[in-house]
């Protein structure tokens, strides 16, 4: 992992210490009889790692999809900060700052890793637009893909295609995609998905000097030790609701999260 | 070279209409839209220039001007209508919508000129005007296929949700397509009729749609090439293989069979594919130091002797 040495260009839109970023109030989505999310309430402050625990199916890669608006809400309100954004179309979100990465890689097959990271940084303030950008436009935009390439160890692989990188560099390519957008709250379903214990210390170190730079997130992850790790501030799900919140080390040890993980059998084991 | 233009002056223009035919197809498949509309433009292009000639004495180049702004926009209303359908659904849809404008023109009465169509509709165009038209289209859509237009255009083909959020109105992209399709057809339809004088609602049939998606399955969906190589193709098969005489129809069946299994890029994916290849393969060469040097790719195919 290159160092990350380069100057944030996006300090304008990182909000202020301890500011709210992100506010949901008993965000649900059902679909038919099937409560995906139910009634969960969170808040996201600036410069801190969130992280959203729970089993398989437990609601949180939804969770993510109705902060982005990518699945409509049966009820709540969601606020950005301060500004409420829960009846705005989904491709709006991005020029509001918000970034985000999916559960499984999605990037376009038949293009090179530049033109990848490039899509991201092109969406920042853009919102749905089809003209061309200016000449200076273009110049921000190259110079951010160049540094979220470098910052996410992608450097000299540029003009690779997705097929010629490995699921740990092709998981990359969609972080260095997400920051070169210079997002106010990065969203990272399972960024480490797939990859080996020093790819995942990259990552990790990599979000750490992110949040040192002020940039909220929000992390979704099964690896429970990476998230206590990681995150200032968890939040673990079961069946759609949110079982617990809180310091990471006090909501691995909650009883509904151990028994959410272990059954109760195992936490009487454990 | 002059006595074989002119003895092929109409395969060379009916290559270039039918590529702007081809186009009207093709522009709304690279952004994920399976949409025909351009083909009903097509007839709406014809028709208007036709019309506009016959009955109100208009100018070559208002004829087409008025037919290309007509295409567009009743490609447009048509987009607007039917912009929650998505794949065969859509498709079928403005199949259906290409065969509507084939009955109205057959009821149009002296307007249309009824079955018999119109006749007399001889426009001042030239291979220099159609050549003209065509370059100022495939540089247009040459900056759709490549830099942020070309990468936004193949998120909205590749993943709407990624596109999205990506921040790119993805239902305003096939709007768009829409609208550029149905240009493109009424650019198409209007110099052919102008060309040819005449136009009968047996020429704005579903043979065109079978003809367009043809060209891009055997040519290429993904550039304006491959709609050029499979117009080149298609255009002048009948020419190259006079000598097949009535088996004509079994050789273009099994060659778009052919292509359509095994080469599902078409002609310039395939070709396209190789060269990255082959420029994969050169990289890899060039980053081992201790890599034997590429050999030609004639020895490597002669194998050991």
Redesign the interface.
């Known amino acids: 992992m290159a160092a990350s040495t380069a100057a944030t260009t996006g300090d304008e839109r990182r909000a202020e210490p301890e500011a709210t970023v992100l506010r949901a109030d008993d965000v649900a989505v059902h679909f038919g009889g099937v409560k995906a999310v139910d009634g969960v309430s969170i808040t996201l402050t600036a410069g801190r790692i969130f992280g959203v625990l729970g089993p398989n199916g437990s609601g949180k890669s939804t969770l993510l999809a109705a902060l982005?608006r990518?699945v409509p809400l049966t009820r709540g309100r969601l606020e950005f900060q301060g500004k409420p954004y829960d009846t705005v179309?989904?491709?709006?979100?991005?020029?509001r700052g918000v970034?985000?990465t999916?559960q499984t890689v999605?990037i376009?097959?038949?293009?090179t890793v530049f033109?990848n990271v490039?899509?991201?940084a092109?969406?920042?303030g853009?919102?749905?637009s089809?003209g061309?950008?200016g000449k200076a436009e273009?110049g921000r935009?190259r110079q951010r893909v160049r540094t979220a390439i470098e910052r996410t160890g992608l450097s000299g692989k540029e003009r690779h295609?997705p097929d010629?990188l490995s699921y740990g560099y092709q998981r990359r390519v969609e972080i260095a995609?997400a920051i070169a957008s210079e997002p106010t709250l990065l969203l990272l379903d399972e960024p480490t998905a797939g990859m080996n214990r020093q790819e995942r210390d990259d990552i990790t170190g990599l979000l750490d000097d992110l949040r040192g730079e002020g940039l909220t997130q929000l992390l979704i992850e099964h690896d429970v030790q990476m998230m206590v790790e990681a995150c200032d501030h968890l939040f673990a799900m079961n069946f759609g609701e949110l079982i617990a919140d809180g310091e990471p080390e006090s909501v691995v040890r909650h009883p509904a999260v151990q028994e959410a993980y272990l059954g109760t059998q195992g936490r009487a084991h454990a | 070279m002059t006595d074989w233009y002119f003895s092929h002056i109409v395969l060379v223009q009916s290559t270039l209409t039918t590529l702007l035919l081809a186009l009207s197809v093709q522009v709304p498949l690279r952004a994920g839209v399976f949409s025909f509309a351009g083909v009903g433009c097509y007839g709406i292009g014809g028709y208007l220039a036709a019309i506009g000639m016959v009955h109100y004495g208009l100018s070559t180049a208002s004829a087409i001007l008025l037919a290309a702004a007509a295409g567009g926009i009743a490609a447009y209303a048509l987009g607007l209508l039917i912009q929650r359908l998505t794949g065969l659904y859509l498709a079928m849809a403005t199949v259906a919508f290409t065969l509507i404008i084939a009955v109205v023109v057959v009821n149009g009465g002296d307007l249309t000129g009824g079955a018999a169509g119109l006749f007399g509709a001889l426009g001042t165009l030239d291979t220099g005007h159609l050549l003209a038209v065509v370059a100022v289209v495939v540089v247009a859509l040459t900056?759709t296929e490549i830099?942020?237009?070309g990468?936004?255009v193949?998120?909205v083909r590749?993943?709407p949700?990624?596109?999205?959020?990506?921040?790119?109105?993805?239902a305003?992209?096939r709007r768009?397509t829409f609208a550029v399709s149905g240009v493109l057809g009424g650019l198409s339809g209007s110099m052919t009729v102008l060309l040819r004088s005449t136009v009968t609602p047996d020429d704005i049939n579903f043979h065109l749609v079978v003809l367009a998606l043809t060209i891009i399955i055997v040519g290429g969906s993904?550039s304006w090439i491959g709609a050029f190589v499979g117009t080149v193709i298609f255009v002048w098969m009948p020419e190259v293989l006079a000598f097949v005489g009535e088996w004509e129809d079994v050789v273009y069946g099994v060659l778009v069979a052919a292509a359509a299994v095994y080469l599902p890029g078409g002609v310039t994916g395939a070709a396209m594919d190789g060269y990255?290849r082959y420029r994969?393969k050169r990289r890899e060469a060039q980053s081992s130091p201790d890599a034997p040097p590429p050999q030609p790719a004639a020895a490597a195919a002669g194998g050991d002797r």
């Open positions: 982005t990518l179309r989904p491709h709006t979100i991005a020029a970034a985000r999916f999605r376009l097959p038949g293009r033109d490039a899509l991201g092109e969406s920042a853009r919102p749905g089809i061309r950008a273009r935009v295609r010629e995609r | 900056f830099g942020p237009l990468r936004r193949e998120a590749e993943d949700e990624l596109a999205s959020a990506m921040g790119i109105d993805v305003r992209y768009a993904r990255r994969r």
